[in-house]
């Protein structure tokens, strides 16, 4: 079954960086794009990256661009997400996500930035 395991958040200041880590089973990895999503308390979930199956085409919400990175390493089923230059509103629970004929949802990983 699809499992997806996100790792790496934590507790930053503001302008500092930190890189989550999504370690992906259960499906054929390198077929698929995979993005991440975040979510703020009291707020929806929404997209912020997603890269294609080959890596080559990335796209990012407009709140992050220039600041967030998404990669994969297909070898090793894992998609990172290197976040700098982070602000307060970066603040959310960061989530992996890929679909294979439906959604499927990492159980997430906390991301505080706060002086």
């Known amino acids: 079954q699809v499992q997806l395991v996100e790792s790496g958040g934590g507790l930053v200041q503001p302008g500092g960086s930190l890189r989550l880590s999504c370690a992906a089973s259960?499906?054929?990895?390198?077929?698929?794009?995979m993005s991440w999503y975040r979510q703020a308390p009291g707020k929806e979930r929404e997209l912020v990256a997603t890269?294609?199956?080959?890596?080559?085409?990335?796209t990012y919400a407009d709140s992050v661009k220039g600041r967030f990175t998404i990669s994969r390493e297909n070898p090793k089923n894992t998609v990172y997400l290197q976040m700098t230059q982070l602000k307060p509103d970066d603040t959310a629970v960061y989530y992996c996500?890929?679909?294979?004929?439906?959604?499927?949802w990492g159980q997430g990983t906390q991301v505080s930035v706060s002086s």
């Open positions: 996500n890929v679909r294979v004929g439906r959604n499927f």
């Open positions: 259960g499906f054929t990895f390198s077929s698929y794009a």
């Open positions: 890269i294609f199956s080959s890596g080559s085409i990335t």
